[in-house]
């Protein structure tokens, strides 16, 4: 099943009504899709680079309204929605411990889970469910889901499909060091 969603999304991307298809994807995939944006930004942009920056805005925008619908899911509906969707992901044995902790991170959560390849929705879902403030977790949403988006737009834009190997295979691992660097870093001079 998850094959036919990934090999339907790639064919999205020749589609005449493409950005409204991207901005399906990028909505969905912030609470319940399984397949990420990227798969269908990258094609897109490498057929139109003249484009790239409107099609991460287009991501950027649509997977913080839907991460707004993963909030929303968790907060008034996760008992009935939000943990079948964490349990079907493997996550539903982590829930308790994770929520102990969450709100005393929930910034780095959420920057961490719109950046790297850790499941968005998954801290989405959390989010609410724990009741991190809404705020917080809008604007750290804007700017994970900003710099995934507009990095991957950047290199595309500028390098073409000579960096789409990078991006598939290596880029999540970047984020997630850079991730582990800023966090070490704060840590090392006591602002965490």
């Known amino acids: 099943m998850i094959r036919k969603l990934y090999d339907w999304t790639i064919s999205m991307a020749d589609h005449p009504r493409a950005l409204w298809v991207l901005a399906f994807v990028a909505f969905i995939e912030s609470s319940v899709f399984p397949i990420p944006p990227d798969v269908l930004m990258i094609p897109m942009i490498l057929a139109a680079p003249h484009r790239a920056w409107l099609i991460a805005a287009v991501a950027l ?3 913080v309204l839907g991460g707004m619908l993963g909030y929303a899911i968790g907060y008034f509906a996760y008992d009935s929605i939000g943990q079948p969707v964490l349990e079907a992901l493997g996550k539903g044995d982590a829930i308790e411990a994770f929520n102990t902790r969450f709100n005393d991170f929930g910034f780095w959560a959420v920057l961490t889970a719109g950046v790297t390849p850790f499941p968005y929705k998954v801290i989405t879902i959390m989010s609410g469910w724990t009741g991190m403030p ?8 804007i700017l994970a889901r900003g710099l995934r988006f507009f ?3 950047g290199l595309l834009w500028k390098y073409g499909a000579p960096i789409r190997d990078f991006i598939e295979r290596r880029l999540g691992l970047m984020f997630t ?11 090392a001079v006591g602002l965490l």
């Open 61 to 63: 925008v649509s997977s």
């Open 134 to 141: 809404l705020g917080t977790f809008i604007a750290t949403s």
């Open 151 to 153: 990095i991957v737009a």
């Open 177 to 187: 060091l850079f991730i582990f660097l800023l966090v070490g870093g704060f840590f």
